[in-house]
C-alpha cells in the first residue's frame, strides 16, 4: 500500500448554510493560470436532521468542546483552532436544519466553539483574527437568544488592550462589560479586568476597590448549571488570587505578589500545562523581583517547557519580562544554566503582526 503524500495542500471552504467544499491539489502539476490541477474535489451538503436526531447530536458535541478545551492546554492554537473552525462551521450548519425548537441551543454552542477559537488566535498572536472570531461569537450567540455573551465579548477586549499596556482602554471595556453583563460571574470577571487595567497606571485604592468588588461577585456566583459551557477560565483553581497577585506585581508589589501566588502552582494539575505555564510565568517574575533567584528559575524552566508546547503569545510576554528580570543578576550560575531555556521558550516561527510585546 502506498503511504499517504503528506505535502498535498488542501482547502475547505466552509459555507453559511453548512455547505462545504474540499479540494486537494497536486503541487508537481500545474494547470491553468500556473495554479497546481486538481486532484480531487468533493462537495457536502448539511443532512437534514430530525428533532430526535438533533438531541441525540447536541451531547456529543457539547463533550467534543469540553475535549477540545482539556486539547488547548496540552497543545497549541495551529491544532486546536483548526478542530474549533470545523465544529463551529458544522454546528451553524445544523443550525440552518434545525427546528425551531432546537435552533437556539445548537447557535449558542456554536457561539462557545467560535468565542473559543477567538482565544485560540489570541495565543497564536493575532489579536485582529482573535477580536474578529469574538466578534462570530457574539453574533451567534445573539442569534441563539444569548446576549451575555456580548458582554464577555468586552471583557477579552479588555484583554487584548491589558496586553498592549493601554490601560485606559482596559478599565473602560471592563465597566461597559460590568454595566451590561446580567450574571454575577460576568460582572466579577470584569471587575477583575478593571482592577488589572488601574493596576498598569499604579492605582493602587482604585485596583483594590476592583478586586475586592470582583472577589465578591465572584464568591456569590452560583455554580455553573451545565447547560452552556462557561465563560472565561476553569484551569485556574482560584482565578481571584491569580489576578490580585498579577495586579500586586504591576503595582511594584512583588512580595505581596508571591504571598497570593503561593503554593498556588501545585494545585493546578501537571496535564493543564497552559495553565500552570500563565500561572508559574507570574509567580516566577514575582519571585525574581523579590531576589528568590533559585525559586524563580525553577518555576522559568517549567514554563519555558510548557510555551514550547503549547505555543502561547500572551505567555511569551510574560516569559519575556522575567527574562529581562532575571538578567540582572548575569553572573548568577542559575541564571546562566536558565536563560537559554528561556530563549528556547520566546522562540517562535512567526513573523506576523499581533503579537503582544
Not at 436544519?97 to 447557535?107: E, G, I, K, T, W
Amino acid at each position: 500500500m502506498a503511504e499517504a503524500d503528506v505535502g498535498t495542500p488542501w482547502t475547505l471552504r466552509m459555507h453559511a448554510g453548512g455547505e462545504s467544499d474540499f479540494v486537494a491539489f497536486d503541487p508537481s502539476s500545474p494547470g491553468g493560470g500556473g495554479l497546481p490541477s486538481t486532484i480531487v474535489s468533493w462537495s457536502l451538503a448539511p443532512p437534514l436532521l430530525e428533532s430526535g436526531e438533533m438531541n441525540s447530536a447536541l451531547p456529543y458535541f457539547r463533550n467534543v468542546f469540553d475535549e477540545f478545551r482539556r486539547l488547548g492546554q496540552l497543545f497549541g492554537p495551529s491544532v486546536v483552532a483548526q478542530l474549533c473552525i470545523a465544529a463551529t462551521s458544522a454546528l451553524r450548519g445544523m443550525a440552518h436544519q434545525a427546528q425551531p425548537a432546537h435552533r437556539d441551543v445548537v447557535l449558542r454552542l456554536a457561539s462557545r466553539f467560535a468565542e473559543y477559537t477567538g482565544w485560540m488566535a489570541q495565543e497564536a498572536g493575532s489579536d485582529a483574527a482573535s477580536l474578529w472570531w469574538t466578534e462570530q461569537a457574539v453574533q451567534l450567540a445573539a442569534d441563539g437568544g444569548d446576549d451575555e455573551l456580548a458582554a464577555y465579548a468586552l471583557i477579552r477586549r479588555a484583554e487584548l488592550a491589558l496586553y498592549t499596556g493601554d490601560s485606559v482602554a482596559t478599565v473602560q471595556l471592563a465597566r461597559r462589560a460590568a454595566q451590561q453583563a446580567r450574571s454575577v460571574r460576568i460582572r466579577g470577571l470584569a471587575a477583575q479586568r478593571e482592577a488589572q487595567g488601574h493596576a498598569l497606571v499604579g492605582d493602587r485604592d482604585a485596583c483594590r476597590r476592583a478586586l475586592d468588588r470582583g472577589a465578591e461577585l465572584t464568591a456569590g456566583a452560583a455554580p455553573p448549571d451545565g447547560a452552556d459551557p462557561v465563560l472565561g477560565s476553569i484551569h485556574l483553581p482560584d482565578l481571584t488570587a491569580f489576578v490580585a497577585g498579577w495586579c500586586m506585581h504591576d503595582l511594584g508589589s512583588p512580595a505581596e505578589a508571591v504571598t497570593l501566588l503561593g503554593d498556588g502552582l501545585d494545585a493546578i494539575p501537571p496535564e493543564s500545562r497552559r495553565a500552570r505555564a500563565r500561572y508559574g510565568a507570574r509567580l516566577a517574575l514575582a519571585l525574581a523581583n523579590v531576589g528568590e533567584i533559585e525559586q524563580a528559575c525553577a518555576i522559568a524552566e517549567l514554563v519555558a517547557s510548557h510555551v514550547a508546547l503549547i505555543d502561547s503569545a500572551t505567555i511569551r510576554a510574560d516569559l519575556l519580562r522575567l527574562s529581562r528580570a532575571l538578567n540582572r543578576w548575569p553572573k548568577n550560575p542559575t541564571v546562566r544554566r536558565t536563560l537559554p531555556h528561556l530563549a528556547i521558550g520566546l522562540h517562535t516561527n512567526r513573523t506576523g503582526p499581533g503579537t503582544p510585546a
